[in-house]
């Protein structure tokens, strides 16, 4: 790749173009979004284990209809993603088989237990607004594809956080147990979900160049710090306390300030290690090979459908 070739590309982005599947583009360009776009989708299908897992125990019919929709999305935004990284020339058996065989990265808070109906709580209202807060912005991607499905993704995610937040503000409300139950699920969520917008900007290994390629439009922290003082006050409306002894308004900047991560906890999830990752790789696993006869039944079909039409 020349000098002039990483110019023009460059100008492209710079000018606000939107970069098209059939352009152009340097091979770092493309890896990186393979890589962002490949994570955020399984993302997503990971994500819908954690949840999928209080379908059964939902409180009521009506709970049990949003959650179940909920967690449909969420199957379908992975679906989505996936095509939207195939555009690049990536296939999704080969992403696929990455996430079976535990090479591939996905979000670190899916690897967290549900323990109690709280957490579907706290996981809408907060995992999924931090995941709005991270991808709001991902809709003016200069990546064509991956911006478009970031628009549909963002408004299913909003109904999501809604969802979440309305449990919690029911259960804040009711009576001593639950208004505890929610507390527990926020004491346990909250630090997992400001861990989602990744390391540090120091520590972030592709911030810069993905910000220069107008991929990410804001740094790790940036959007950590917005969420903290977008969620912040949704706390204090219903009642709930942050676990944070250090959280305090700053004036000056006009934001809080919050205590440190505890990044060991963070590598140690991201690497595996975490409460649930071996678990949510082996259902995963589990859910493939039991699905197999709906892959070989869709080939047949598609085959037959091919020998008629050539007939
Ligand atoms: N969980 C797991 N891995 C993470 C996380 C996390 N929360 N945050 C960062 N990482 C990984 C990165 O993937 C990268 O690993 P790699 O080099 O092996 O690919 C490494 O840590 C260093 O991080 P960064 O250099 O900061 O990586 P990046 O610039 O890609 O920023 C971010 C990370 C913010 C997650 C970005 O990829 C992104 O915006 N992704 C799209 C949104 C997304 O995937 N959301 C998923 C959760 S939301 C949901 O599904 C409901």
Redesign the pocket.
């Known amino acids: 790749e020349d000098e002039a070739f990483l110019e023009r590309f460059q100008a492209r982005i710079d000018a606000e173009e939107k970069i098209e599947p059939t352009d152009d583009m340097p091979e770092g360009y493309r890896r990186t979004l393979i890589?962002?776009i490949g994570?955020?989708a399984h993302?997503?299908i990971v994500?819908m284990l954690p949840e999928g897992n209080w379908i059964t125990r939902a409180p009521t019919l009506k709970r049990k209809a949003a959650l179940l929709a909920k967690v449909q999305d969420e199957g379908g935004h992975g679906l989505y993603l996936y095509s939207a990284a195939e555009t690049l020339g990536v296939s999704r058996e080969q992403m696929t088989e990455e996430l079976l065989a535990g090479k591939a990265?996905y979000?670190?808070?899916f690897n967290y237990p549900t323990l109690t109906w709280a957490d579907i709580g706290a996981i809408g209202w907060l995992?999924?607004g931090a995941?709005i807060m991270?991808?709001i912005p991902?809709c003016r991607c200069s990546y064509g594809p991956y911006s478009r499905a970031m628009i549909r993704v963002c408004k299913e995610e909003s109904f999501h956080q809604r969802q979440g937040y309305e449990i919690m503000m029911t259960l804040a409300r009711g009576s001593s147990e639950q208004k505890e139950m929610a507390q527990d699920a926020l004491n346990r969520w909250w630090w997992p979900s400001l861990?989602?917008?990744?390391?540090h900007d120091t520590d972030?290994?592709?911030?810069d160049q993905?910000m220069r390629w107008k991929i990410?439009r804001f740094s790790?922290d940036e959007l950590r710090q917005r969420f903290v003082n977008a969620t912040v006050p949704q706390a204090e409306f219903i009642g709930l306390e942050i676990p944070d002894p250090d959280l305090k308004w700053n004036e000056e900047k006009q934001g809080y300030d919050f205590g440190p991560i505890d990044w060991d906890e963070f590598w140690r999830v991201?690497r595996g290690n975490g409460p649930m990752n071996r678990e949510r790789i082996a259902a995963r696993r589990k859910a493939h090979e039991e699905g197999a006869w709906v892959r070989e039944a869709a080939n047949a079909h598609a085959a037959k459908r091919k020998a008629r039409a050539e007939a």
Do not use: C, T, Y
Not at 195 to 199: E, K, L, S
């Open positions: 890589r962002q994570q955020h993302s997503e994500g990265k979000s670190s808070i995992v999924d995941a991270n991808q991902l861990m989602m917008f990744g390391p972030s290994v592709h911030g993905s990410k790790n991201v």
